[in-house]
C-alpha cells in the first residue's frame, strides 16, 4: 500500500512528511511491512522512541524569544523496515527517519499543534514532552537537513509563516558527536 | 413648504426610531436573564473510577473516567436534562508552580483539574434544573499529539463511555451514587459543550452518537474557542460557537469553519446556529483553573502581545477580566442549553440577535450571529453568495446587480475563488473563516468582497415572484465585516450604509445600518492575529422599514451613500424569523 497524501501548494510539499500523516502512513503501510514487524507495530510514539544518533545539536541553552526555544537537535532514525512515503509527490522508499527536536521551554501546553520548521518548509506537528521541554517532529525527508537552515517553531498553521519565532542557532550538520562530516 | 416636508421627515425618522429603540427595550425588558442563579439548591459531587478506567480506540493510552457533577439538590421534579463539559488541551499535572504533560502523574504531582473549571456555569445551570457533567479529559491531553485527528475520536468516546455511565445511573444505579438518579435524567435531553479542543471533541461526539444509532438524544451543541482540526460538520442539531476576538492560543479562531461549513449542507436543517464574537475575550479565561489567580499552576493569560490597543493591556485596551469574560459565556451557554435543551424559549432573543447580551454576560461588546432553521417559515435565504452565479443571480432566482463597485467577486470559498480573501501579505489567522485546517484541506467561506470610492454605488438583490411576501419574517439579516486591508476603510473608523426595501408600487423604505447594528466597527488590535475579519450578523428588523409593504418586497438594495468609501466583505443576506417552538 502507498501512502497518499497530495499537498498541491508547494510550500506545504514537505509538510506530507510531517509526524501527524506518519501515523496514518504506518498505519497503512504495506502488509509486507506489517508482517515483517508485527512486534514493531510503528506509530508515532514508536517513531519517538526508536534509538536515534544525533547528526546536529545547537549549543545554546538560554531560552528566548516568544515561545522560549533555546536549540534543535537533530536525530537520525533507523527504520526496522523500508517504507514507502510520498516527497513532493514522488513515491520513495526510505529507511530513515529525522527527528527534528526543539530544546527549551519549558513550553505552554496549547490547543494549537507546535509546528517546527527548517527554513520555509514546515516539517511538521510536534510532540511535546512530558516535562515540556522538547517538542519534537518527525520527517523522512532527508533533503530538509541542510547545512546553515534556519529552524522556526510555531503554533497552529502549517502555512502561516508570519507569527514564527526563528531559534538563535542555524543548523549546523556535524556539529554533533556522530554527526555527517 | 419643502421645510415643513423635512421637518415632517425628520419627526417621522425620529419617532420611527423611538418606536425601534422601544422595541429592542421591551425585547430586553421582557426576555430574562439565563445566567441567573435559579430556585433550585444545587449540590456538587464528583465520580472518579481511576485515571485508567477508559481504553479508547486507536489511541496511544488508557484515560481516566473521572468528572464532576452539579444537580439540583432535591430531584423530585426530576428527570432533568443533561448538560455534558469537555475542557480542552492543557498541561495535566502539577507540583508547586511546575507543571507537566503526562498521564497518569507521578506521584509526587497532583493532577491539574480543568474539568472543575466550569464550576461556575455548572452550577447555574444546576441551579435553574439542569444535571451538569464536567468530564477530566488528561489522558487525552497528555497523548493527543501522538494521534492524527489529535484525540478528537478519543474524546468522542469518552464522552460517550461517560454518557453510558449516565444511562446507567439513570436506570439501575451504580456507585458512588447508588440509585439517586434513577429515574432523575432525562437522556433524550441532553447538550454538550467542549472549550479548545474540547470544542471539537463535542463535535465528533455528534456524529459518533449519531454512527450508533443516537442511543442518546443529542439536542444542542456549544463549541466554545475550539479548534476545527478535522473539520467535521454537523446538521439537524442546535449549534453554537463562542469565539473569544483576543484568542491567544486558538488565535485564528479557526472554530467559526463549525458554523459557516453547517449552514447550506442539509436542505431542511433543523437546527439553529450561532457565533457569539466576544470582543476583548482571549482563550484561557472561560475555564478558571486556567485563569492565573486561581489557580497555582499552568494558568496564563494566552494573549501575549501586552502591547496591542485592544487585547493588550496597556492603557485604554478592550480586554475583559476574567469574571467578565466568565460572563459571556455564562450567559450566552445557558442561553443556549436552556433553549434548545430545555426549550426555555424565552432565552431565544438572546440568540438571535433581536434581544441585547443580558446582563450576565458583563459586557455588551459582542456579536451574535444567527442562522435559523432551514424551513420556509424561519428564513428565506435571498442571497448565499456561493458561486459566481451568485453575482448575477441570487438564491431565490432573482436578478443580482451592482453599481460602481469594485472589487465585486467572490473569495474564500470553493475553487476557482480565491482561498483567501485579504491581500497575501495578511497571516491567515487574521482570517477566520478561511483559515486552512490541520488535518482538512477543505476551503472556508465563500464571501462577496466589494468596495467602493464614488457616489451613487449600490448592491442589489431582486425578489422574484412567489418570494416577495417577506411579512411572515421578523427580520432581514446579513453577515458582514469591514474589510480593514483595504486602504478604503479608514483606520478605527466604523463603516455605514443604507439598506433600502423597494415594493410593488415603487415606495422604498431605508435603514442604515448603523441605527441597529454595530457590526461595521473597523476591527480593532494591530499585533499578531489582530486586527481580524468576523463577519457579524447585521440585524435589521423588518418593522423598521416603514412605509413599504411588506408583502410584496420587490428588491433590497445596498447603497453605499454613508461614506465615500469602503470596502466590506459580505455574506448570507437572508430574511429570517425565530422559530416559535422548539424540539
Known sequence: ?181 | MKKILRLQTIASLAFLLFLTALGAQQAAAQTPDPGTTGPYAVTREEYNYGNLAFTPSNFPSAVELIASVHHPTDMTNGPFPLIVLLHGRHATCYKGTQVSLRWPCLSAQQPIPSYQGYDYLASTLASNGYIVVSISANGISAYDAQVTDLGMQARAELIQRHLNQWNTFNTVGAAPFGTKFVGKVDMTRIGTMGHSRGGEGVVKHYLYNASLGSPYTIRAVFALAPVDFNRPVINNVALAVMLPYCDGDVSDNQGVHFYDDARYTAPGDSGGKNTVLVMGANHNFYNTVWTPGLFPAGASDDWASTTDPHCGTVSGNKRLTSAQQRGTGLAYISAFMRVYVGRETAFLPILTGEAPPPASAQTTNLYVSYHAPDTAATRRDINRLLNATNLSTNTLGGATSAAGLTPQDLCGGESPQPAQCLPSTQSTSRQPHTVPSARSSARGLSQLRTGWGAANTSYSNDLPVGARDVSGFSALQFRVSVNFADSRNPPNIAQNFTVVLTDGTGATSSVRVSDYSGVLYYPPGTTGSVPKVVLNMARLPLSAFAGVNLTDIRSVQFKFDQNLQGALLITDLAFSTAPTTIQ
Open chain 1, 1 to 181: 500500500m502507498t501512502l497518499v497524501k497530495h499537498f498541491k501548494d508547494g510550500r506545504a510539499r514537505h509538510a506530507g512528511l510531517a509526524f501527524g500523516l506518519l501515523v496514518l502512513l504506518f498505519a497503512c503501510a504495506s502488509s509486507a511491512f506489517a508482517q515483517n514487524n508485527q512486534s514493531q507495530g510503528l506509530k508515532m510514539s514508536d517513531l519517538l522512541k526508536l534509538p536515534g544518533k544525533v547528526i546536529a545539536e545547537g549549543a545554546n541553552t538560554r531560552p528566548t524569544g516568544k515561545f522560549r526555544a533555546a536549540k534543535y537537535r537533530v536525530e537520525e532514525v533507523a527504520l526496522p523496515t523500508a517504507t514507502e512515503v510520498k516527497i513532493n509527490d514522488r513515491v520513495l522508499s526510505v529507511n530513515k527517519a529525522y527527528r527534528v527536536t526543539v530544546v527549551g521551554g519549558p513550553f505552554e501546553v496549547r490547543a494549537m499543534p507546535a509546528v517546527i520548521w527548517i527554513n520555509d518548509t514546515a516539517v511538521g506537528y510536534g510532540v511535546e514532552n512530558e516535562d515540556l521541554t522538547e517538542i519534537t517532529a518527525v520527517t523522512f525527508d532527508e533533503s530538509l537537513i541542510v547545512e546553515g537552515a534556519s529552524i522556526f517553531l510555531s503554533y497552529g498553521d502549517k502555512k502561516n509563516k508570519e507569527d514564527r519565532a526563528e531559534l538563535p542557532e542555524k543548523l549546523k550538520l556535524g556539529s554533533a558527536k556522530g554527526g555527517r562530516q
